[in-house]
Every structure is written in C-alpha cells, then in structure tokens.
C-alpha cells in the first residue's frame, strides 16, 4: 500500500536515449512534483502539477517533458539523455493549500553512460 | 528567492547522546513553513517534524525538537537519546504560503552517523 511510488527504481541507459519515469499516488493528493537529487545529494524542484495543470517548470531543459493524465500520476518523460542527467528522480504529492508535508516516493536512480 | 543554508556537512555522535543540527534561512516572506526531511541509506525522504512560521512554539515529535528563532531566521533540529536508526542525510526545507504554488526549496544536508 505504497502512498507515492515511482517505476523503475533503477534506471541504466545510453546517452541520447529516450526513457519515461511513472509514479502513481494513492493519497488523494491534487498536487504532484517532480524533484531532482544530484550526486552531491541537493534536492531542487523541477515541476509541479495541480489538478493535472502544470504551476510550476524550474528552468528545466525542454528534453523533460512531464505528462500528468489525472491527479493521481505523474511522469517523466526525458529525451536525449546526457551524461548530466545522472541523478535520482524523486516524485512527491501534497494537499494544495494546506501546507503540510509533501509525501515522496522512494525515487528513480537514473545512470546514463 | 528563499535560500536555505545548512552549515553542517557532516557530524556524528555517540549514540544515547544529543546532537543539534543548524539551519538558516533567507527570505522576505512573513507567512511560511520549515520542515526537516530525514534520508535514510533506503533512499526514501521521511518529514522529521514541521513548524509554522505564525507559531511561537517549538514543534516537537518524540526525541526530535526544534529550537526556530524567527527574527534570526534560523531553525534547528534537535535529537535527544540519538539511536543508530537516526544516522541518515537530514534535509531542512522551507515552503512559503503560496496557495497553489506551493514547492520545497531545500538545504544541502547534514549527514549524521550515529556511533554504537
């Protein structure tokens, strides 16, 4: 009864490769958000989806394209994978509004050799 | 922008004793929340405790207090009676009240060990 999980957990793949990361929440959140760990372990926000509607897009290279299909999934979809795109994916979801704690999944190891 | 700043790369302590971990924070906002996020080796972000900005008190959660001066802008995180189960990367992260555009900024971490 996983609240926020994230598939694949493990992600190897050759640059200039395209893949996608899925997650999928049971909490009944209407915010969802995709985070980045690099390998120095800084946590930066990428996107976030209210209610499927895209708020919030950090800077991020147009190679990452997220897709929210309804509240409860959010993926990520990367094109042309780069050696720097190395790091975990983490996914998240909160109740908007209430400004408690975002629940996060257990993330996505993306290695790109 | 809020900027989130954690002095302490890395610490550790025997375990049974206490250890206080530092953060401060930059903002001009008057309404906001801090969080302290616990990283285990599992990988997986666990929220250690959460405090209002409007609230004087000090949130507490078992062995884990905070200690937030507000005017300092700072909030730190105590453990008492550490367990070797605490030893993890702890994250401190602010949110501003944003109603719909609410997001985490983090700090860079604290790795703490705790020593048997």
């Known amino acids: 009864d996983t609240a926020v999980s994230q598939t694949p957990k493990y992600l190897v793949t050759q640059m200039g490769n395209d893949k996608s990361i899925k997650c999928e929440q049971n909490l009944g959140h209407d915010t969802m958000y995709w985070y980045k760990q690099d390998s120095k372990k800084f946590l930066k926000i990428m996107f976030s989806y209210n209610n499927k509607e895209l708020i919030i897009n950090e800077t991020v290279p147009n190679r990452f394209s997220p897709k929210s299909p309804d509240k409860a999934h959010l993926n990520l979809h990367i094109n042309s994978l780069e050696l720097g795109d190395s790091a975990v994916y983490f996914c998240?979801?909160?109740?908007?509004?209430?400004?408690?704690?975002?629940?996060f999944g257990q993330g996505t190891r993306l290695t790109v050799v | 922008a809020q900027t989130v700043t954690q002095s302490q790369p890395e610490m550790s302590v025997q375990e049974a004793e206490t250890v206080t971990l530092s953060c401060t924070y930059d903002?001009?906002?008057?309404?906001?929340?801090l969080f302290w996020y616990k990283q285990p080796p599992s990988r997986q972000m666990i929220l250690v405790i959460r405090?209002?900005?409007?609230?004087?008190q000090n949130a507490t959660e078992n062995r884990f207090s905070v200690n937030f001066q507000k005017a300092a802008k700072s909030f730190s995180l105590k453990i008492s009676d550490s367990q070797l189960g605490d030893t993890a990367m702890y994250f401190c992260?602010?949110?501003?009240?944003?109603?719909?555009?609410?997001?985490?900024?983090f700090g860079t971490g604290t790795r703490l060990t705790i020593i048997p």
């Open positions: 405090q209002e900005a409007y609230k004087q």
């Open positions: 903002t001009s906002e008057s309404n906001y929340y």
């Open positions: 992260a602010f949110m501003k009240q944003n109603f719909g555009n609410e997001k985490l900024t």
């Open positions: 998240a979801s909160s109740q908007s509004n209430r400004f408690t704690e975002a629940f």
